[in-house]
């Protein structure tokens, strides 16, 4: 084989391999920007179960307040 054609069989490895890469960090990227926000949410809507059950003390009156309890409460590992 020449080089140019073992250069070019290299290129096209790379590409392939890109091709399912790429898209995996892109995923493992937006699911970790996503989770603390799914968090939030979740949090604010289990919120009076949660008081019935004594976890939280007092409601949350925003996303705001509910990410300041978090980070009080439990850590900025919690998200």
Known sequence: MSAKHEDQLILN??????????????ALVA?????PIERVKLLIQCQSEMLKQ??????????????????????????
């Not at 699911?31 to 989770?35: E, G, R, S």
């Not at 949350?60 to 309890?69: L, R």
């Open 31 to 35: 699911m970790t920007a996503i989770a």
């Open 13 to 26: 490895s790379i590409v392939s391999f890109l091709r399912y890469i790429v898209p995996a960090v892109n």
């Open 54 to 79: 004594g976890t939280i003390t007092r409601p949350y009156n925003d996303i705001i307040d509910c990410i300041m309890q978090i980070f009080r409460n439990e850590g900025s590992l919690s998200f």
